[in-house]
């Protein structure tokens, strides 16, 4: 008798097996054990705005990296050099020596190009 004046005071009625209905209105929908709530994570994006280079830092890097680029027959040159060494023609430790010994022969030939006056 106890627990049938218990479960007319409290929102939630007990059943036969021990579970609760979530409430008085709705007796048709049983809870069995315990509730745990369980964290969950919501995936946000978030935006930046990063600010487009304007055209004359375009132009000012464009002209810095021309002095670092090889000429026509040079890039030319190190191409057939790549191609020769992908396709096996010769290794590529021989081809990466040529490459880097062209490179230093033509550095240094420039620089003594620049130190004669003309």
């Given at each position: 008798m106890a627990t049938s004046t218990s479960a007319r005071q409290h929102p939630a009625q007990r059943?036969?097996?021990?579970?609760?209905?979530?409430?008085?209105?709705?007796?048709k929908r049983v809870q069995h054990g315990a509730s745990i709530p369980v964290p969950y994570l919501?995936?946000?994006?978030?935006?930046?705005?990063?600010?487009?280079?304007?055209?004359?830092?375009?132009?000012?890097?464009?002209?810095?990296?021309?002095?670092?680029m090889p000429s026509g027959g040079q890039a030319l040159f190190y191409g057939g050099l790549a191609a020769a060494a992908v396709f096996s023609?010769?290794?590529?430790?021989?081809?990466?020596?040529?490459?880097v010994g062209n490179a230093l022969v033509q550095r240094s030939a420039r620089r003594q190009g620049s130190a004669k006056p003309s």
């Open positions: 059943t036969r097996h021990g579970g609760r209905t979530t409430s008085a209105a709705n007796p919501t995936p946000q994006l978030h935006t930046y705005q990063i600010p487009l280079p304007r055209g004359e830092d375009v132009t000012h890097a464009t002209q810095a990296m021309r002095g670092w023609v010769i290794e590529w430790p021989v081809a990466l020596a040529i490459g």
